[in-house]
């Protein structure tokens, strides 16, 4: 069957449900949300003679669900735009219309006997053959779908969405006894590829895979914590990032989730698996019985285990709760010296081989973890899961841990850590021994660039199903064509190149502008073309601010006036080179980064892009050629000439406030990706492979080497007068110090072409002319020198 997915339905508006209903809105669906009648209306309702019969009064707990959610932050909505392919309306009286939809999702209260009642309802309505899922979180699935219809069956099965959808990409596919493997098949692969999920398909156990495992992650924290006699800011330090965990680590993550979300997945699990080994692990802690019957639930109350308050002078400050005494303090400084020596280390394989080794109470804490979740995941095969992969990436993608259980495991060395836990009394399943005993080593290989998993019925390792369309990079290191200290140049196949560097923060330095000249070549003599791509969080936080900051200090300008020239010259290579380049951007993709995509032939950005200009942030204005680029693009508006400049004002606006879209989607908003050119890939696994297919679609169509433009409209003294006028007014207004108006008057400058008299024609050089000039004035600044040193002290990216 050709099954189409155009229209979907959900029914059940709270949090969960309004997300879900934004996430599909994102890419392009229409949405019907609905949600129960009001038992009455509320008083301003009753205030303006409104009755229950009124739509507005029968719609009112629907709306504001919705419209609570598109004022969250993060936000639910790639753009705010999508709102208008979500209709609302209430189950009473809109429910019949679930019938012109493909997928009906049930996202209602997690009781049973609610479940039943409204598929009751779903199955007078809906057309047959249409999709029914259920989102519920642990309710076994076979239990929702008795005393349905044949064909409710068939097309029936569980649907785990995290929360928020957007950005955890977990998808939980659990089977019901009688749904069509053709049904399952194809939403494994819609989560996937229009979705973006990382798709997992689960049995119906208790929980599925990723609550059952990442509830127990918490409880065996919680463990530790006891044992060790740790507070919670400590165990927060030890759990966040430095462990490769969200930063917001294990109490602020129970706070956000809500403690009695967690409380309920841990009280139901002994009830619905009484022969888990694990047992008494799952038995709440005092402190935690303490704080649902104290209703200190986390943010949905105010306060859990941090609590807010406003202290001196109306600032607010951060309490955290005293387990000992369940009364709220500041905020403790924690200092580990096994963490002191960790911190320095980027690369997380290694760094988590310090932290299991410390020798301190830090040190032990992560031994006592690891031995708990390692014996655990151990014994949920085959209970849970069949294939060990599974389990780690259900950790990734719904609770956001970089490295899953097992390879964890592998990092820390299965056979060491085996015996490291048998003396401490840690049982692993039998079957870890017996892979061992076989000679095996490790839970995952790669093999010709195809990662690998070892499947313990047949004792051989297999390639994990679904990745072999994925291009990732770091498997094809055997695959090599050339090499720096920060870069290398991948072959992928089908006379392919792709290059990724690997620097802090995936930062632009020489060793980086180097690479991407020197792989333009190398794609030019031999290849069809190249892929601009990177691995880690983000595709690049900009270029090096240590090495400019150095330069500028030191006044050196010839060497900064060198180092502009060579960031010019790799752009304006990647722009005007022989084969076709595709830059694939993911997460931050700041200045410099920015400035690579707006040169590339075309650009595959992951919808979970954030890319911008934020040069003006530090005191400086773009100097890679992408103010350059914004004059461009503003010349090339197919426009009046009066509404021209209106278009040249906004370009200037986002590049002086330094803005930063906040999804691929805001990006093409925001002039910065190209209709037509550019595109998105809404899964960031396949935004390579996606990039590579660009590349030789370009090639194939007889790519032609452009030619640098000599005939780039400016706008001279006329649009300086107009740009000036705006920035003096915000000077004036007080919106903007001294200073911010210095450097927007210098940007005014070059995006206006100088100081002509009239407008006219200009070249890119005179453009990028321009610009360095800017540039190597501002570096000369105080405030400038100042604002580069208050960033390289933060550690952190600029982002406005």
């Not at 403790?332 to 410390?358: C, H, M, N, S, W």
């Not at 794609?523 to 240590?546: M, Q, T, W």
């Not at 000077?731 to 210095?742: M, N, T």
Request: net charge neutral.
């Amino acid at each position: 069957m050709n099954r189409a997915i155009r229209k979907v339905a959900v029914v059940g508006s709270g949090v969960m449900g309004s997300r879900i209903a934004c996430h599909f809105a994102g890419i392009g669906v229409q949405v019907l949300l609905l949600d129960i009648v009001p038992s009455e209306p509320n008083e301003g309702e009753k205030a303006k003679g409104l009755g229950i019969d009124n739509k507005q009064v029968r719609n009112r707990i629907v709306n504001d669900a919705l419209q609570a959610t598109l004022k969250g932050k993060p936000s639910a909505v790639y753009t705010k735009k999508v709102a208008d392919l979500i209709r609302t309306g209430n189950t009473e009286d809109d429910l019949k219309e679930i019938a012109d939809c493909d997928w009906v999702i049930e996202v209602v209260v997690e009781r049973l006997g609610i479940k039943q009642k409204v598929f009751d309802q779903i199955e007078k309505y809906r057309r047959p053959g249409s999709l029914i899922t259920t989102n519920t979180s642990g309710i076994p699935i076979h239990l929702m779908s008795e005393g349905r219809s044949d064909d409710f069956k068939q097309h029936f099965c569980g649907s785990h969405f995290f929360n928020p959808p957007r950005y955890l990409r977990l998808l939980e596919i659990i089977p019901a006894p009688d749904t069509k493997k053709e049904v399952i098949d194809f939403l494994m692969d819609y989560g996937d590829r229009f979705l973006g999920k990382t798709t997992v398909l689960c049995k119906d156990t208790p929980a599925f895979i990723a609550n059952r495992v990442g509830v127990f992650g918490f409880m065996a924290v919680f463990n530790a914590m006891q044992k060790l006699g740790l507070n919670v800011g400590e165990v927060d330090s030890l759990t966040g990032t430095i462990l490769g965990r969200p930063k917001s680590a294990t109490f602020r993550t129970g706070d956000v989730v809500g403690l009695d979300t967690l409380v309920h997945v841990a009280k139901a699990l002994p009830q619905n698996a009484p022969n888990d080994e694990a047992i008494e692990i799952f038995k709440l802690p005092a402190f935690l019985e303490k704080m649902i019957g104290n209703k200190w639930l986390g943010d949905k109350t105010g306060q859990g285990f941090y609590k807010k308050v406003k202290g001196e002078k109306d600032k607010s400050e951060i309490l955290t709760l005293d387990l000992g005494t369940m009364e709220y303090g500041p905020k403790q400084k924690t200092k580990f010296a096994t963490i002191e020596a960790a911190k320095p280390i980027d690369d997380l394989a290694a760094r988590l081989k310090v932290l299991y080794a410390g020798q301190d109470k830090a040190g032990e804490f992560y031994r006592i973890f690891h031995h708990l979740l390692f014996a655990y995941v151990s014994h949920r095969i085959p209970e849970i899961s069949d294939e060990l992969y599974k389990i780690d990436n259900a950790l990734k993608a719904g609770f956001g841990w970089e490295i899953g259980a097992f390879e964890s495991w592998d990092i820390l060395g299965l056979a060491k850590t085996l015996e490291q836990m048998k003396a401490g009394g840690y049982v692993a399943a039998p079957w870890v021994q017996q892979m061992l005993d076989k000679g095996f080593t490790s839970f995952y290989k790669t093999e010709n660039g195809q990662r690998k998993y070892y499947d313990i019925p047949t004792q051989t390792y297999k390639a994990i199903p679904g990745t072999g369309s994925l291009i990732i990079l770091e498997h094809l290191d055997e695959k090599v064509v050339w090499q720096n200290s920060a870069c290398k140049l991948h072959d992928i196949g089908d006379d392919v190149v792709a290059l990724r560097w690997n620097t802090k923060m995936n930062s632009i330095g020489g060793e980086v502008l180097d690479g991407v000249m020197k792989s333009v070549a190398i794609a030019e003599e031999r290849y069809k073309g190249l892929v601009v791509a990177n691995s880690g969080d983000n595709f690049s936080a900009g270029a090096n601010v240590g090495l400019i900051f150095m330069f500028a200090a030191e006044q050196e300008y010839d060497e900064l006036d060198f180092a502009i020239r060579q960031f010019q010259a790799t752009t304006m290579r990647l722009r005007y080179s022989s084969i076709p380049v595709v830059v694939a951007p993911h997460g931050m993709t700041l200045g410099g980064g920015c400035e690579m995509c707006l040169h590339a032939d075309a650009v595959q950005a992951a919808a979970e892009s954030y890319i911008g200009l934020v040069e003006v942030g530090v005191g400086l204005i773009p100097g890679g050629g992408g103010t350059k680029e914004m004059v461009l693009r503003a010349a090339e508006r197919n426009i009046k000439e009066d509404v021209e400049v209106n278009y040249l004002q906004q370009l200037f606006i986002n590049v002086g406030t330094a803005k930063v879209s906040t999804s691929a989607h805001e990006a093409f908003d925001n002039f910065i990706l190209r209709p037509g050119f550019d595109s998105i890939s809404v899964n960031p696994d396949r935004r390579i492979g996606d990039a590579k297919r660009k590349v030789l679609l370009l090639h194939e169509s007889g790519y032609t080497q452009p030619m640098p433009r000599r005939n780039i409209k400016v706008q001279g003294r006329g649009g300086l007068g107009g740009l000036l006028s705006g920035v003096h007014a915000m000077w004036r207004g007080k919106y903007i110090s001294d200073y911010d108006k210095f450097i927007a008057e210098k940007l005014a400058y070059v995006m206006c072409g100088g100081d002509l008299t009239q407008e006219g024609y200009v070249s890119e050089q005179y453009l990028l002319d321009l610009e360095r000039e800017a540039f190597l004035s501002l570096c000369g600044q105080r405030k400038t020198l100042e604002r580069l040193q208050s960033i390289l002290q933060s550690g952190k990216p600029l982002r406005n």
